[in-house]
């Protein structure tokens, strides 16, 4: 119930950032809540970590194991796993987000 009571806030954020081009989701529930807030088929986008969706409006939805202490301390989710789909996320959006992680704004 709790999840999809915050799918419209999810869905409202999504349309509210119309430069987004990725999202990352953490774990299996955020990347099922994900596709059903913007409408698409989880079926047609199967959760594993590392893979990367192209969704019907062109967002890419990319997931990761969500970096929980039971998936981190069995080692289902390494360090280098969790930073690999970040690196892949950086090198997707190209030379123009390279920010060294500090917001502009800041």
């Keep these: 119930t709790e999840i ?3 799918r419209p806030h999810l ?13 990352v989701a953490l774990g299996r529930v955020a990347h099922e809540s994900t596709l059903a807030s913007l409408g698409e088929r989880r079926s047609a986008f199967p959760f594993a970590h590392g893979a990367r969706h ?13 970096c929980s ?12 796993m ?12 190209g030379p123009s987000t390279a920010r060294s992680g500090a917001r502009q704004d800041a």
């Design 54 to 66: 192209i969704l019907g409006n062109g967002l890419t939805l990319r997931d990761s194991f969500h």
């Design 82 to 93: 969790f930073q690999s789909v970040f690196a892949e996320v950086r090198q997707q959006l």
């Design 69 to 80: 202490r039971y998936n981190t301390n069995t080692g289902r989710l390494t360090p280098e």
């Design 11 to 23: 869905a409202a954020r999504i349309a509210g950032l119309p430069r987004l081009e990725v999202v």
């Design 4 to 6: 999809a009571n915050c």
